[in-house]
């Protein structure tokens, strides 16, 4: 296939950036007529499966006009964490954790990992029921403009599939401003934040995240515990000494290098899928339920051995957690 010479300036201009290890917005490539992967990936250096991963394709065929991010190549060095890594280029430790394959957050000095991109375009989450149509009416936009941004052939779209936004897209509509209806389809942003009742501003991936985490470690409880779970969560993002975020709560890595909550620590949280109760916890949490009357901590007494948590003054107990302020 014929690489003109106009392309491969372009690519060489990529690699440049690559090499220097430039700002993660230079790492935004429209592709070409000629382009294919296989000739991309060897120009920039980055493997062709990382470039399918950073932007959820289908498979290995582009077209002239799409948008790609192309993820920057980093190697770890002494006293970096995947934690670090991810705040120092701001994006979310589990896509960059999912890019590199990694099922822990263990890494040694001298591998290399690759970033995943900050799109200077929006980016939203196809859920169940969308069309391009759908998403083309919500945001104004065309669906050609769509088709075209994202290299798609035909119409077809897949929950879970990642789609740009034209950059004159206007902003959707705001979900209601009240605990539960949360945005579940894909052309509303997933950085849409609706107000809890708790006062608290989240989005629909914290909810999950959220309804996660209460799975996880509150399975066995009753439901009140499974609220009080929740809401020791929503009561750290309401507290100055924690981060101000569902997520980041969750995700947690304190000064200590210190995980807040065992399901993270052991990479198992993003393979759990929260049963009808755990998203109803989740909501109840989020609408301000809090059955602790505050509390921050929360632990099993027959588990830990943790004195400072132990020395904490009880504000109550219910199932088999304690719950501390």
């Known amino acids: 296939m014929v690489f003109i010479k ?91 954790k999912s890019l590199n394959g990694l099922s822990s957050d263990k890494i040694f000095i001298g591998q290399a990992l690759y970033i995943p991109q900050k799109s200077p375009y929006k980016r939203i989450t196809v859920q169940k029921g969308d069309t391009l149509f ?44 009240r605990s539960g209806e949360l945005p579940s389809r894909g052309y509303i942003d997933r950085d849409s934040y609706v107000k809890s009742g708790s006062g608290i501003y989240y989005t629909a991936e914290d909810r999950m995240i959220l309804a996660k985490l209460i799975h996880a470690e509150a399975e066995g409880e009753p439901y009140n515990g499974k609220v009080a779970v929740g809401a020791v969560v929503v ?31 052991e990479g198992r949280l993003d393979y759990i899928t929260p049963n009808r109760d755990s998203l109803s916890a989740a909501d109840d949490a989020l609408a301000g339920k809090d059955p602790t009357g505050g509390a921050l901590y929360f632990f099993n007494p027959d588990k830990i051995t943790n004195s400072w948590l132990l020395s904490k003054p009880v504000l109550c107990k219910i199932g088999s957690h304690v719950f501390t302020k």
Not at 51 to 58: E, H, K, Q
Not at 146 to 171: E, F, H, V, W
Not at 251 to 263: T, V
């Open 134 to 177: 759908l998403i083309s009416r919500a945001y104004g936009v065309t669906v050609q403009d769509l088709k075209d941004l994202n290299g798609l052939i035909g119409d077809d779209i897949y929950p879970g599939m990642r789609l740009l936004i034209p950059q004159y897209a206007s902003t959707p509509a705001t979900a209601p401003e």
């Open 6 to 96: 106009k392309q491969k300036i372009a690519v060489f201009l990529v690699a440049f950036f690559l090499l220097l290890g430039g700002a993660a917005q230079a790492q935004v490539y429209t592709v070409q007529p000629g382009d294919t992967l296989y000739l991309l990936s060897k120009s920039t250096g980055i493997p062709m499966e990382k470039i399918v991963s950073a932007n959820t394709l289908a498979g290995d065929q582009i077209v002239a006009g799409q948008v790609l991010l192309l993820p920057e190549k980093y190697i770890v060095k002494s006293g970096d964490t995947l934690y670090l890594i991810s705040r120092r280029y701001g994006i979310d430790l589990q896509e960059l």
């Open 235 to 265: 009561n750290r993002v309401k507290s100055p000494d924690f981060p101000n975020t569902v997520r980041d709560v969750v995700y947690q890595i304190d000064e200590l290098g210190l995980y807040q909550f065992s399901p993270v620590e």
